[in-house]
């Protein structure tokens, strides 16, 4: 049997390469939803705007649904793990001193794919930006205010 390089690193989901795109999922804590008001929801798009300021990510396209959010990126100088890390401590640091709360809002880890340079980003990104329709939250996806793409 063949072993690829970095295959043991990629199924424990440590590996991860500048440049490229990854759609990541990350879950709130029990589902918790923390980020059912516009209000609370900024917070995380504060911190995915943050992570670009800093050239960490490229985003290409995002949503943040109340209890979990996806979010395609270009990867820049910076792990998967440590782009999460960063990007769930801003929105917690923020979320609980607007709440006045402590404690953690996410689950463990978070969930992400690399796309292949074959797949069309665009429908990827209009699968995500869809999700608060498949949601039943609005009826249009214009009503809902937490998504952005870069093809839009």
């Not at 490229?20 to 008001?37: A, M, S, W």
């Not at 607007?98 to 699968?127: C, P």
Request: charged content about 25%.
């Amino acid at each position: 049997m063949t072993t690829r390089p970095h295959s043991q690193q990629l199924r424990s989901g440590c590996y991860s390469q500048s440049g490229q795109i990854y759609l990541l999922t990350v879950n709130t804590r029990d589902r918790e939803p923390f980020f059912g008001r516009f209000e609370t929801g900024r917070l995380v798009v504060d911190a995915f705007r943050k992570a670009q300021e800093e050239q960490f990510a490229h985003s290409l396209a995002w949503v943040v649904m109340p209890d979990h959010f996806h979010w395609l990126i270009e990867l820049q100088e910076i792990g998967l793990s440590k782009l999460i890390a960063r990007t769930k401590s801003r929105a917690t640091v923020t979320f609980n001193r607007l709440m006045q709360r402590e404690g953690s809002l996410w689950q463990d880890g978070f969930h992400n794919r690399a796309i292949r340079k074959e797949e069309d980003l665009q429908t990827v990104a209009r699968y995500i930006v869809a999700n608060p329709l498949r949601a039943g939250l609005v009826t249009k996806i214009g009503d809902y205010p937490l998504w952005d793409a870069i093809w839009v």
